[in-house]
């Protein structure tokens, strides 16, 4: 049972070169989540789609931008990287209850 | 505002009971959440509690709910090794979208 899949697992960036965070899920959930998650604080919340065709902002979305392509698919891009945006990148799916369901995420470094 | 707050780290010895503890700030929370991360791995949801009980209780495992304090916390009956990992409380917040608020996460160690 795939879940949340993720690509890539590992990524190394110079500042202001672009890359997109890919995300699926197989589990037919109309929510997906991206969340970063950095040393000594909790994750915090991207972007969001609450279903297939829509995305909102989250708590940080500066310097990101995302496509929900269809009900299975949920990209993260960055532009123009910048060093703040080392982290750990999570992608998620719910139900609507809202338990979610995460990927085993991306760790990106942006030198 | 919305915070969710965790000790950082929790090291218990093997067999022990371990208790992580969370605190809250919003009321209007509607499910509590308590996520495990394994090394290198996502998060995993281990248990929830909806916000109108006191206590949960999942084999090993008892969540306790005290609304008036805004306290939450997580009990590991019998503590392996394999009960090693970050856990992290996590509250549901309604208004438009269901946003889940995680705290810092507790690191666990379980030793010998």
């Known amino acids: 049972n795939a879940g949340v899949t993720q690509t890539p697992k590992f990524q190394v960036l110079k500042t202001g070169q672009s890359m997109t965070l890919q995300c699926a899920q197989d589990m037919n959930h109309n929510s997906m989540y991206w969340y970063r998650q950095d040393p000594g604080m909790g994750l915090r919340l991207i972007y969001y789609s609450a279903s297939e065709g829509t995305t909102d902002k989250g708590e940080v979305p500066n310097g990101y931008n995302v496509s929900r392509l269809n009900k299975r698919e949920f990209s993260l891009r960055l532009e123009s990287a910048a060093p703040s945006q080392t982290s750990v990148y999570f992608c998620a799916s719910g139900t609507g209850s809202e338990k979610l369901f995460f990927g085993s995420g991306t760790q990106l470094s942006v030198l | 505002g919305e915070d969710v707050e965790q000790s950082l780290f929790l090291s218990v010895r093997e067999g022990d009971s371990s208790v992580i503890n969370c605190t809250y700030t919003?009321?209007?929370?509607?499910?509590l959440y308590w996520y495990k991360q394994e090394p290198g791995a996502g998060l995993q949801l281990l248990t929830y509690i909806f916000s109108n009980m006191d206590m949960k209780q999942d084999q090993r495992l008892t969540v306790l709910l005290n609304k008036k304090d805004k306290h939450l916390s997580l009990r590991i009956a019998d503590t392996q090794t394999g009960d090693s990992a970050i856990y992290f409380c996590?509250?549901?917040?309604?208004?438009?979208?269901?946003?889940?608020?995680f705290g810092a996460g507790t690191r666990l160690a379980v030793h010998p």
């Open positions: 919003d009321s209007s929370s509607t499910y």
């Open positions: 996590a509250e549901s917040i309604t208004g438009g979208y269901n946003k889940l608020i």
